[in-house]
């Protein structure tokens, strides 16, 4: 199965280059730190490698050793999994869950810088999330010349011209779950053409669309609240880069079309699944197009930065988007997190990562409700925008699927194909 090549090569490969990129910063953090600098890199390698085989050799996975508020949290559900394997030896790398072991990986990294001051807040894969926002340079400037064109008449767009730019820019976001740096185990993935010259061509890749539901919500959001509290609207966004670039926009799009009032952001705390975002990414991403030497991508910069001083805009991380459970205990394990999420009048799930949380990466039948696979998360209405890259797919037609299967035998896994889908009680 695709889990199979995922643990077997592609883990090891990130790996592999999560090593490497430590040993090139060997000089910066002896300049930086000193011999301390260095022997912490030390250490922090050994720990890698000695990772790297554990996973390789089939090792059982072990409790997490650091003191991280999440800790317990990572321990407890290895028991969990344990009870699960009933006597039958423990969990090991390639006997656990796919989600569960690629989550533990990506745990265990951190664990391996956050034990080793003082390179402790070194993230491994920030080189890679600004090489794809670099590489994605034209189609940045492409995105951004486009929205600002267009905030230029926004107040006189009719309520069908809206309609037609939200689509667009949901298409542009979804397409833009294309470029994430997991799947290319860390390899190039950036956005190198315009991605709005080729949206009609798109259409016919996007299995489930519920962009009209989406519509509706949002217009029947804004009528129930004329006098209540904002309409909110929730990201929960995956990869940096280019990806979040077409996440801001729009965001951008909901506010200044009046569809929404405010838009909360909600990223990683940890660096995880090699592009996702951070506070950090988040923030830098936002500099780099006020800086930009280009009038419109800077324009965006400026505004965005002013969106989150006026608190319109709202960045906020929680450990729970980097456990490894799936969304159906969030009530449980988080009920933070799901209290503040019942306040919004729409979720939008970015990515496959979090396709998978939400259907808790099980072998679905293609046909089965996407609403059945939420396994009753609902905090509020919700949304998932997914290019398809793990073999986890739900809520298709009788027969798409299978036909698709047919004459595309990657179809599940090739990045190709994508999802706007919501759940049914929208
Ligand atoms: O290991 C692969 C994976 O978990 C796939 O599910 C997916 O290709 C990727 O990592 C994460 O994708 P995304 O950035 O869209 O969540
Ligand atoms: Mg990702």
Known sequence: SFAYFTIKDRLPQILTRVIDTLHRHKNEFFEEHGEKGVEAEKRAISF??????????????????????????????????????????????????????????????????????????????????????????????????YFQELLKNIKDLEEKQVKEELFKLLQVSLCGNKCDLSFSAGGDSSQKSSPLQSLENMIPYILVNDMEKLWSL????????????????????????????????????????????????????????????????????????????????????????????????VYQDHMFWTLPHDFSCMAEVAPDLYADLQKSNLLLFKGDLNY?????????????????????????????????????QVGLKPG?????????????????????QSDAAL
């Open 356 to 392: 998978r949380k939400l259907t808790g990466d099980r072998k679905w039948e293609y046909t089965v409700p996407f609403h059945q696979a939420l396994n009753k998360f609902h905090p509020a209405p919700l949304c998932s925008l997914r290019t398809l890259k793990s073999d986890t």
């Open 218 to 313: 949002l217009v029947n959001a804004k009528k129930g609240n004329t006098e209540k509290s904002n309409v909110r609207i929730d990201i929960i966004l995956d990869n940096a880069g280019f990806e979040l670039v077409s996440d801001l926009v729009l965001a951008d799009f909901l506010l200044s079309s009046k569809l929404a009032d405010e838009v909360h952001f909600h990223g990683k705390s940890i660096p995880w699944y090699v592009s996702d975002t951070t506070k950090h990414d988040f923030n830098w991403t936002i500099k780099q197009l006020q800086s930009a030497n280009h009038m419109w991508m800077s324009r965006c910069g400026i505004n965005w930065e002013g969106n989150l001083k006026k608190g319109v805009w």
């Open 48 to 145: 890698l490698s000695k990772l790297r085989n554990e996973l390789q050799t089939d090792k059982p996975v072990t409790p997490l050793e650091d003191d991280l508020p999440d800790a317990a949290l990572w321990n407890q559900y290895l028991d969990y999994q344990r009870n699960l394997s009933n006597g039958n030896g423990e969990p090991s790398w390639f006997q656990s869950p796919w989600l569960y072991a690629e989550c533990y990986m990506y745990r265990r990294i951190h664990a391996a810088l956050v034990q080793n001051p003082p390179i402790d807040n070194f993230d491994v894969f920030k080189e890679g999330k600004a090489q794809n926002f670099f590489e994605s340079q034209e189609a940045v400037i492409a995105l951004c010349t």
């Open 400 to 420: 798409q699927g299978e036909q698709i299967q047919a004459t595309e035998p990657e179809w599940m896994v090739s990045g190709k194909y994508g999802v706007i």
